[in-house]
Nanobody, 123 residues
Framework: QVQLTESGGGLVQAGDSLRLSCVAS????????TGWFRQAPGKERDFVAG????????YYADSVKGRFTISRDNAKNIVYLRMNNLEPEDTAVYFC????????????????WGQGTQVTVSS
């Protein structure tokens, strides 16, 4: 079993950047593909980005392509989400999730979830 902890959220202005981190404990993160999701107030949780276990493959929601980058450092048990040119519409709680193989958008497939980190983008 793996435990996930997100960090790096905060309050920023439109156009700013943030880097979120998802740290794994309990098992090597290299054993898990990982996804980032977000949930805005009053809305469902949506897929943002996913990365394979070795980092060779990534997948993005259309809404963040070209602005967000997912990456990982398995030696440090961390998956990152670099977010550039943030927009007020990016305001949400961001969650990371892990699965032994899956890193696409079907959230019910993921076995493990973190508690989330708040990102607020002001206009």
């Amino acid at each position: 079993q793996v435990q996930l902890t997100e960090s790096g959220g905060g309050l920023v202005q439109a156009g700013d950047s943030l880097r979120l981190s998802c740290v794994a404990s309990g098992r090597p993160f290299s054993m898990y593909a990982t996804g980032w999701f977000r949930q805005a107030p009053g809305k469902e949780r949506d897929f943002v980005a996913g990365i394979s276990r070795n980092g060779a493959s990534t997948y993005y929601a259309d809404s963040v392509k070209g602005r967000f980058t997912i990456s990982r450092d398995n030696a440090k048990n961390i998956v990152y989400l670099r977010m550039n040119n943030l927009e007020p519409e990016d305001t949400a709680v961001y969650f990371c999730a892990a699965d032994p193989m899956y890193y696409f958008n079907r959230q019910q497939t993921y076995d493990y979830w973190g508690q989330g980190t708040q990102v607020t983008v002001s206009s």
